[in-house]
């Protein structure tokens, strides 16, 4: 009987223990402390024996704007793919939001990936509906009612510098503004995160910026962005948080010194263009 009341005096204590950690882990969400992605010792190996992560830890907080810097073949796509659930990995284990991604069933993966806006190097737009159309979709997946969606297309494809494109086709459309459609696609759900695998490698200097620029208003909106390049010019000048791969592991994560978090985003364009030695007639966005 004795032995029966200390197993009940136990259990109730684990019960209580586990109330407490569940409290704490909420309350720490709620005040931001829980990551917003966390990588814990990953390990990515495929078949044939590549390696694609090896052993990477990381933590991202809400509202970073963040790098993932490295040569071709270093794993940055890799670390992408993990995120969104898409491969998974060999060894160690990966948290949304302090959401474990080998637990998440089958059903919620698509819930999972509404929560994620993806932006890739090559657009993936739809070529054969309009630029709204193309907007749209991302709505009309997710279930939005159509009073919705013609509220709010038109208000991101303003936001993105693109009200005269509405009607146009994508290959009617440069490729910087293509990417602006494929980024107003991705931020039309105000996802918390939004990850862009190479946005600007198909695209000049100029376009560039203005691609980062938009990038940075999306984050200034609260969104955590993570943007994956091998152009190391673009990054040490953004001066934001780096971290540099090498054949699958992390050599450099950096927060630069000369990072300003209170600089506007036309203050930060106008920075990058002068670096870049560019003029201030650029594309007006
Ligand atoms: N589906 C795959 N099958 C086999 N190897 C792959 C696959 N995807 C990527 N890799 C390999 O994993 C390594 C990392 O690739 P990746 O993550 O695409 O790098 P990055 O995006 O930095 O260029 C490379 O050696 C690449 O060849
Ligand atoms: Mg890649």
Redesign the pocket.
């Known amino acids: 009987m004795a032995a029966g009341n200390s197993e009940v005096a136990a259990l109730a204590q684990q019960g209580q223990q586990r109330r407490a950690e569940q409290m704490s882990e909420r309350s720490r969400m709620r005040s931001g402390e829980v990551p917003v992605v966390e990588l814990r010792d990953v390990s990515?190996v495929?078949?044939?024996g590549?390696?694609?992560?090896e052993r990477v830890s990381l933590e991202i907080g809400r509202g970073e704007f963040i790098f993932l810097v490295?040569?071709?073949?270093?794993?940055?796509?890799?670390?992408l793919?993990l995120l969104m659930k898409e491969?998974e990995p060999s060894e160690g284990e990966l948290f949304i939001a302090g959401r474990s991604l080998k637990v998440i069933k089958r059903n919620r993966v698509a819930h999972l990936r509404r929560n994620i806006g993806n932006v890739f190097q090559d657009y993936k737009l739809l070529p054969n509906r309009t630029v709204a159309a193309n907007v749209a979709y991302a709505l009309e997946v997710v279930g939005q009612p159509r009073s919705e969606i013609r509220r709010k297309v038109p208000e991101i494809i303003r936001l993105v510098g693109l009200s005269t494109k509405l009607h146009n086709y994508p290959d009617e459309l440069s490729g910087g503004e293509q990417q602006r459609v494929s980024i107003a696609r991705a931020f039309v759900n105000h996802p918390p995160l939004l990850l862009a695998?190479?946005p600007t490698g198909n695209l000049d200097p100029e376009t560039s910026i203005g691609i980062m620029q938009l990038l940075y208003r999306i984050n200034r909106t609260g969104t955590t962005v993570v943007v994956?390049t091998?152009d190391r010019d673009m990054v040490d000048k953004m001066r934001r948080r780096v971290v540099e791969?090498y054949e699958?592991r992390v050599i450099r994560d950096e927060r630069s010194g000369l990072y300003s978090p209170d600089e506007s985003t036309s203050e930060f364009a106008i920075r990058l263009r002068g670096e870049f030695g560019i003029g201030a007639e650029g594309h007006p966005n």
């Open positions: 990515k495929y078949g044939g590549t390696v694609g992560l490295g040569p071709t073949g270093c794993g940055k796509s890799t670390c793919r491969i695998d190479e994956a091998h791969l699958g």
